[in-house]
């Protein structure tokens, strides 16, 4: 048995199910061993998509996956996708064959590629070492959270291996303990409190997470929200405020401001959670609790932070606090203008385009209910995400930590294939979509039932919005018109022009018929102005 079997039987037995990738002579000893160990092999049309769906896949599921690609090309075509993912801290071993020959046309600095976007690596640099390794990228991966490339070079692949025993699974490292001083002064800082709130991030999307806080939250009378990566975590909780941050409610927004005590949960606190500070309140105390002490205070003061596990930590609090139920934020009625859709507007829609908040309450009403959502980056993005509702936090895939366009459609196979009982509901700006639109054979290849809406401004509206009312030319962020639904029909799609209301009807008949093929919705939306959360986009540059 060669090198590249071998490390292919063993990363399948330490928990990788699903890789994802374009296979060229580098890495198709490797991915066909992990095919043939039972890891269930993603073809994609561009390594760039490939990574991305690799890190959906691991947001979505909460395990760890792989992304395979060709030494050199094959790594640089994957790096934008790769940079998200290790900016987000998903768990992802990336399997990169390398040339290590200088005079090799495949040779780069593989290591540096990495480490520049952020990711962590590891080499493969013996047949006796190879099987132990590749299982160490593995752990480090699901233990620190990290993006880990794997760089297996092509000599090294074609070793005879040596004998391995038994792979055991690799498992979560155990949850990070508070410190008992820590859970007195969150103890203290919630009993104090009249209108406290929180905030679950990332952190929070852990199993057991959500109970634990939801019970912490019902002792202590505080409201619930979330960040955008947490989106649905509450969702059907009387006391959710939504999404806090830009996507906010002005319902939402008015309520934080009210807190005397906001607590981060696995939760950055960041500009874009907190409108740059904006949503806390001159005399509020801030908490936030992270595994991971480095995380405290990055993004502001806090005036509390406890390193430890946001279920363990909840728990423990609840713990501490005892039993007695306070009213605290509770005393007032949220309403229904908690979520945007129930926030009157003036329709701007026309003849030929149609307002994108009519679009897109339209669309929460006609599609199911059991959905995943993924949301590509751009002017349009705020529009579905605070729009569609999620059934829960498995219900919504943000891949915004790199704040890449054309990334949406790749976001949302990912999260399908992790999430295959629901409707995966991709969310586009024409430049992401046409951006992306390689992937569309992708969709139709793996027979997902997707419905692809585009948002189609004919142009980059967020610089569109941004640079245009200062008068400066826009030829270079607007295009002609494309009929992006032939483009989608042509890959075997289902497609649909919307400009009205009306034009929905096509949708309702998709989504009552036995949806054979996916469906893409070109929607020629209004674009006169920018979205609401635009200033605060481009505060963040």
Not at 150 to 177: H, I, K, S, Y
Not at 349 to 360: C, F, M, N, V, Y
Not at 508 to 515: H, L
Request: net charge negative; proline share 5%.
């Amino acid at each position: 048995m060669k090198v590249a079997e071998a490390v292919g039987r063993a990363l399948t037995a330490a928990g990788v199910d699903h890789v994802f990738g374009v296979v060229g002579s580098g890495n198709f000893h490797l991915t066909n061993a992990m095919v043939a160990a039972g890891s269930r092999y993603v073809a994609a049309r561009h390594e760039g998509g490939a990574a991305t769906m690799a890190d959906a896949y691991a947001r979505t599921s909460g395990t760890v996956a792989a992304l395979s690609v060709h030494q050199g090309p094959g790594l640089t075509n994957a790096l934008t996708g790769i940079a998200e993912a290790a900016k987000s801290g998903t768990p992802l071993v990336v399997l990169a064959a390398e040339a290590t020959q200088r005079t090799s046309n495949f040779y780069v600095d593989q290591e540096a590629l990495a480490r520049a976007v952020g990711a962590v690596t590891e080499r493969v640099t013996s047949a006796e070492e190879a099987v132990e390794q590749a299982c160490g990228a593995v752990r480090r991966a699901v233990r620190e959270r990290r993006t880990v490339l794997l760089n297996l070079p092509l000599d090294v692949q074609a070793m005879e291996a040596l004998p391995a025993g038994p792979v055991p699974v690799v498992t979560p490292r155990a949850p990070v303990e508070p410190s008992w001083s820590d859970i007195a002064a969150l103890a203290t800082a919630l009993s104090a409190a009249r209108r406290p709130v929180f905030v679950a991030g990332r952190g929070a999307r852990s199993p057991g997470a959500r109970d634990a806080l939801i019970a912490l939250a019902d002792q202590h009378g505080a409201l619930l929200a979330t960040s955008a990566v947490a989106h649905g975590l509450f969702h059907d909780h009387p006391w959710s405020l939504g999404i806090s941050g830009g996507f906010a409610s002005p319902r939402t927004v008015e309520l934080i401001q009210g807190a005397d005590l906001i607590v981060g949960w696995g939760c950055a606190l960041n500009m874009w959670t907190m409108r740059h500070g904006r949503l806390i309140g001159p005399d509020a105390t801030v908490v936030q609790i992270d595994d991971d002490a480095a995380a405290l205070g990055v993004h502001r003061d806090v005036h509390v932070g406890v390193t430890g596990d946001v279920e363990l930590t909840a728990r423990l609090a609840l713990d501490h606090t005892g039993t007695e139920r306070r009213e605290g934020y509770r005393n007032r009625t949220l309403g229904p203008g908690i979520r945007l859709r129930n926030v009157p507007y003036e329709d701007e829609s026309t003849r030929d385009r149609i307002d994108p908040r009519t679009l897109s309450i339209a669309l929460d009403d006609i599609l199911p209910a059991e959905r995943v959502v993924g949301v590509d980056s751009g002017n349009f993005m705020g529009y579905p995400s605070a729009y569609l509702s999620v059934p829960d936090h498995h219900g919504f895939c943000f891949t915004q930590a790199f704040q890449s366009i054309g990334l949406g459609l790749a976001t949302t196979i990912g999260a399908a294939l992790a999430r295959p009982d629901r409707l995966p509901v991709a969310a586009l700006g024409d430049g992401g979509a046409l951006m992306g639109a390689a992937e569309l054979d992708t969709v139709r290849r793996l027979g997902l039932p997707m419905v692809v809406v585009v948002y189609n401004d004919e142009g980059y509206g967020a610089e569109v919005h941004h640079f245009g009312p200062d008068g400066f030319p826009l030829d270079t962020v607007t295009f002609p018109a494309t009929d992006i639904a032939a483009i989608a029909r042509g890959y075997g799609f289902e497609a649909v022009t919307v400009r009205t209301r009306a034009d929905l009807k096509a949708v309702e008949d998709w989504v009552a018929g036995p949806r054979a093929e996916p469906l893409l919705v070109d929607a020629k939306v209004a674009g006169e102005r920018g979205s609401w959360w635009l200033e605060e986009a481009f505060r963040g540059h």
